[in-house]
């Protein structure tokens, strides 16, 4: 599946473009998808409204609730800047969703299709996957004028394993560009330190410092504007993040987070599967 040069790129950048990895009609069929169950979104499942600290504390734990049972669902996020002061919408619902999540890849008929195969299988070989297991899946909307920012992180912070595996495989739903929220990047920064794991325990969930290296400086972030249809494929430590869609289009991309079955997955990553649904590889 990919060059030799590739797999020497792979390991010095900590990421590789893989354009045209999907057909357009690939693209619009998740894309169609991803707006139908956006549509059926019940809005007063997940509103953020209170006016006492006690409505605004069990908010939060509705919030948490919500949040932690989508490990093995699929469900709808709105994105932070939806509503105004008073609670309602301030663009329509098809327009207010931030991302779809965490489980689309084993749940949904389209997605599973999209989601599996030969191409990604042996893809996931080339990059070191013997034994690919696939935790997680997002629908990333990225809505014009309002899809917020996403801060510096590396992806293995949410998917521990021993030794690092995580491996992130990001797919150009639409053309990303530095207008509409594209992935930036710490080219090689796979080579610094994991700094930070998000752990849970029981309803629990916290983010720790576990490394105080600095996030890359502006200066040393690298752009990755890709056209629809590529797959950006990165190691688990690679520091990225994506700025604020300021444009008056849509940035939508699909990920899917995988390990090497080979590596130990901690007990503390917030998604598990238990035995009635078992993660899966891409065949
Ligand atoms: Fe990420």
Not at 65 to 79: H, I, M, P, T, W
């Amino acid at each position: 599946m990919l060059s030799a040069q590739q797999i020497k790129d792979y390991a010095q950048n900590g990421y590789l473009v893989l354009p045209d990895f999907k057909a357009p009609a690939e693209l619009a069929a998740i894309k169609q998808r991803a707006e139908e169950i956006a549509a059926r979104h019940d809005i007063n499942t997940h509103k953020t409204i209170f006016s006492t600290d006690q409505q605004r504390q069990d908010n939060v734990d509705l919030e948490q609730d919500y949040f932690l049972g989508s490990a093995n669902q699929v469900r709808c996020f709105l994105e932070e800047k939806a509503f105004d002061a008073h609670g309602e919408l301030l663009h329509p619902l098809a327009r207010s969703i931030n991302k779809i999540g965490h489980a689309l890849h084993d749940l949904d008929p389209v997605f599973e299709v999209f989601s599996h195969g030969e191409k990604l299988a042996a893809l996931a070989s080339d990059l070191g996957l013997n034994d690919p297991q696939i935790w997680q899946s997002m629908y990333i909307f990225k809505q014009p004028f309002i899809g917020g920012k996403v801060d510096w992180h590396q992806d293995g912070s949410f998917f521990q394993t021993d030794p690092l595996t995580v491996t992130t495989f990001w797919f150009a739903v639409d053309d990303a560009t530095l207008e509409n929220g594209c992935l930036w990047v710490q080219e090689g920064g796979q080579n610094s330190p994991l700094r930070q794991v998000f752990t849970r325990e029981g309803n629990h969930t916290s983010l720790t410092t576990i490394d105080t290296t600095p996030w890359p400086e502006m200066s040393a972030a690298k752009p990755v504007e890709v056209k629809a249809g590529s797959l950006v494929c990165f190691h688990g430590k690679l520091p990225h993040y994506s700025a604020e869609n300021t444009s008056d289009t849509p940035r939508h991309a699909y990920t899917l987070h995988v390990t090497d079955g080979r590596s130990d997955y901690a007990v503390e990553n917030w998604i598990q599967r238990g035995q009635d649904f078992p993660v899966r590889g891409f065949i």
